[in-house]
């Protein structure tokens, strides 16, 4: 079955901890992107990528790092830096439609539920 | 920075009853999609929208485009318990960088 998997489903984070988040697609997507949810809010976007090895900062890019170095990985790092990093995160990929002006629908995988301990 | 309005946030329906949310621009876009989030789960892509004034449907779903390409409107008739969730809209703006814009969201709830 094709798909996205994210790893771990929880995870817990410690005062001055970095915690790195798994995205794995094999779906064969040219792009991945990353998104923050708070609960009963929208989705807001951290980082994305359209293409490996190179990855654009999104609407709340500070205090996270990301990195793309194969087409099916789009990892990413909370750094300590992120002084409030409770959240839903959820990872995404989608075609690229090349050529036009319009986004390809985006397939999620199940999330990270991330607290601070 | 560039917005796509969702109205209304929540909307409270017995069951059987229909139920709508709202999606507006001040810009033009180039197409816009809806997702559905069930209560833990993450969002699922129903529909796209790219034509001005293009209707579509599913079943019980019926999506709209508006002639402006400024807003659209998701409309489900006589509401189950399998439609809770929140529904979200995302859009490409024509100027945009690949970017689907977000919107807030309207939860879907049937009161008991």
């Known amino acids: 079955d094709g798909g996205i998997t994210q790893s771990p489903k929880y995870l817990f984070r410690k005062e001055g901890q970095n915690v790195t988040l798994s995205c794995e697609q094999n779906?064969?997507?040219?792009?991945m992107y990353w998104y923050r949810q708070d609960p009963g809010q929208g989705l807001r976007l951290i980082y994305y990528?359209?293409?490996?090895?190179?990855?654009q900062k999104g609407d709340i890019a500070e205090g996270y790092s990301v990195s793309r170095e194969k087409k099916e990985s789009f990892p990413l790092t909370v750094t300590s830096a992120q002084k409030n990093p409770t959240a839903f995160y959820l990872c995404?990929?989608?075609?690229?439609?090349?050529?036009?002006?319009?986004?390809?629908?985006?397939?999620f995988g199940d999330g990270t539920r991330l607290s601070i301990l | 920075g560039q917005q796509v309005m969702q109205i209304p946030q929540y909307q409270h329906v017995q069951e059987g009853e229909d139920f709508t949310t709202y999606c507006n621009s001040s810009?033009?876009?180039?197409?816009i999609q809806w997702y559905k989030q069930r209560p833990g789960g993450h969002p699922v892509f129903l529909i796209q929208?790219?034509?001005s004034g293009e209707v579509k449907k599913q079943k019980r779903l019926t999506f709209q485009f508006g002639e402006a390409k400024k807003n659209s409107s998701l409309h489900i008739t006589a509401t189950q318990t399998t439609d809770v969730g929140t529904y979200f809209c995302?859009?490409?703006?024509?100027?945009?960088?690949?970017?689907?814009?977000w919107g807030a969201g309207t939860k879907l709830i049937i009161k008991p």
């Open positions: 995404a990929s989608s075609n690229r439609d090349r050529g036009s002006s319009t986004n390809q629908p985006q397939h």
């Open positions: 779906l064969n997507h040219d792009a």
């Open positions: 990528s359209q293409i490996v090895n190179d990855f």
């Open positions: 810009t033009t876009l180039s197409n």
């Open positions: 929208l790219v034509k």
């Open positions: 995302a859009a490409t703006q024509t100027d945009s960088n690949y970017q689907l814009i």
